[in-house]
C-alpha cells in the first residue's frame, strides 16, 4: 500500500524559511511525478510545484523563485524548501505523487495527509 508522508510544517515569520518533506513507501519513486499542493481554508486546493523523475520541475507562478523541489531517491523523499515565506502562504501543505505531469488535483493518484504551515505577520 502506498503512503506518502509529510513532515516539516510549522509556524514561521514572515521573511522566514521552512523545509517540507515527504517520504514515500511502496511507491516505485523513479517512475513518479512528485507533487506540492496546499489549500488554505475556505479555498480551494491548489498546484504549488512538481518534480519530474528526469529532474525538470515547475512552480506555480505564486511561488516561484521563493519555493524549490527536490528528490532524493535513494531515500525516496521529495522536499519542498520555502523561502521568503509571506501570510498568504499559511495553508495545509499535501504531497502527491502521479504517473504523469500533471497539475490537477483531479489527476493525482496518491495523496499525503498534509502538514500545517502558518506563516505570521
Known amino acids: 500500500q502506498v503512503q506518502l508522508l509529510e513532515s516539516g510544517g510549522g509556524l514561521v515569520q514572515a521573511g522566514g524559511s521552512l523545509r517540507l518533506s515527504c517520504a514515500a513507501s511502496?511507491?516505485?519513486?523513479?517512475?513518479?511525478?512528485m507533487n506540492w499542493f496546499r489549500q488554505a481554508p475556505g479555498k480551494e486546493r491548489e498546484f504549488v510545484g512538481l518534480?519530474?523523475?528526469?529532474?525538470?520541475?515547475a512552480y506555480a507562478e505564486s511561488v516561484e523563485g521563493r519555493f524549490t523541489i527536490s528528490r532524493d531517491s535513494a531515500k525516496s523523499t521529495v522536499y519542498l524548501s520555502m523561502t521568503k515565506l509571506k501570510p498568504e502562504d499559511t495553508a495545509i501543505y499535501y504531497c502527491?505523487?502521479?504517473?504523469?505531469?500533471?497539475?490537477?488535483?483531479?489527476?493525482?493518484?496518491?495523496w499525503g495527509q498534509g502538514t500545517q504551515v502558518s506563516v505570521s505577520s
Open positions: 502527491a505523487a502521479a504517473p504523469f505531469l500533471t497539475r490537477a488535483p483531479g489527476e493525482i493518484r496518491y
Open positions: 511502496a511507491l516505485p519513486f523513479n517512475t513518479y511525478v
Open positions: 518534480h519530474n523523475w528526469d529532474g525538470t520541475s
